[in-house]
């Protein structure tokens, strides 16, 4: 069975720091892709950053960059200078295409994050 | 920028009663999905739907629950007999491929949701 595991149920930093959440996920298979979605209180889910397995580059986008490492199927997140409106819920997510019909995501449990001022 | 859009965002029904969930995918997307979230829980996979019918369903998707593309537009969720246990978060999502090929997108866009409470 795949399944994604996000350690820290809970996260707290001040603004402008720099904070990193993990996860770790099990698949035997070779071509997947990753996802950290955001859920702020509003609960709508919101991509945040992508990252395809055949890819060595780690994915960045603007203030959040993954640490991706392929054979110890880690997946960490990284937001750098952090902001208020990052306060949220980080659900880390996992997916494998099939040759035909449609992908499932795999979702962690979710780390609540706090930006204090 | 366009996006996944679903409504109601409440809807409040009596245990026993049939509730459908609407969803307008993103209009070019081919793929179409449902995942719920019950309070304080992870979000789980429903169903996908591709082609005009089901590529993929989990355990929680049994024979209370349907999904169907009436129109060129929407993306339903129907369940027939709703249980207390069905109140949570439901999440349409779409994307423009599923292929798993290089280049393609193959992410998934969410809409805002729609919270089901059944009393």
């Known amino acids: 069975a795949q399944t994604v595991t996000q350690s820290q149920p809970e996260m707290s930093v001040q603004e402008a720091e720099t904070v990193t959440l993990s996860c770790t996920y099990d698949?035997?298979?070779?071509?997947?892709?990753l996802f950290w979605y955001k859920q702020p209180p509003s609960r709508q889910m919101i991509l945040v950053i992508r990252q395809e397995a055949y890819k060595q580059q780690n994915a960045t986008e603007n203030r959040f960059s993954v640490n991706f490492q392929k054979a110890a199927k880690s997946f960490s997140l990284k937001i750098s200078d952090s902001q208020l409106g990052d306060t949220a819920m980080y659900f880390c997510?996992?997916?494998?295409?099939?040759?035909?019909?449609?992908?499932?995501?795999?979702f962690g449990q979710g780390t609540r994050l706090t930006i204090n001022p | 920028e366009p996006e996944v859009t679903q409504t109601p965002s409440h809807q409040v029904t009596q245990m026993g009663q049939e509730v459908i969930l609407r969803c307008v995918p993103i209009s070019n997307h081919l793929y179409f999905y449902w995942y719920r979230q019950i309070l304080g829980q992870k979000v789980e996979f429903l169903v996908s739907f591709y082609n005009n019918e089901i590529s993929e369903k989990s355990e929680i998707f049994d024979d209370q629950f349907s999904v169907e593309r009436p129109d060129g537009s929407n993306f339903t969720l129907k369940i027939r007999s709703t249980k207390l246990e069905d109140s949570a978060m439901y999440f349409c999502?779409?994307?423009?491929?599923?292929?798993?090929?290089?280049?393609?997108?193959?992410?998934?866009?969410f809409g805002p949701g729609t919270r089901l409470t059944v009393l």
């Open positions: 999502a779409s994307s423009d491929s599923a292929l798993g090929l290089a280049g393609i997108t193959d992410t998934q866009y």
């Open positions: 997510a996992f997916i494998t295409p099939f040759i035909q019909g449609a992908q499932k995501l795999v």
């Open positions: 698949t035997s298979e070779s071509n997947y892709y």
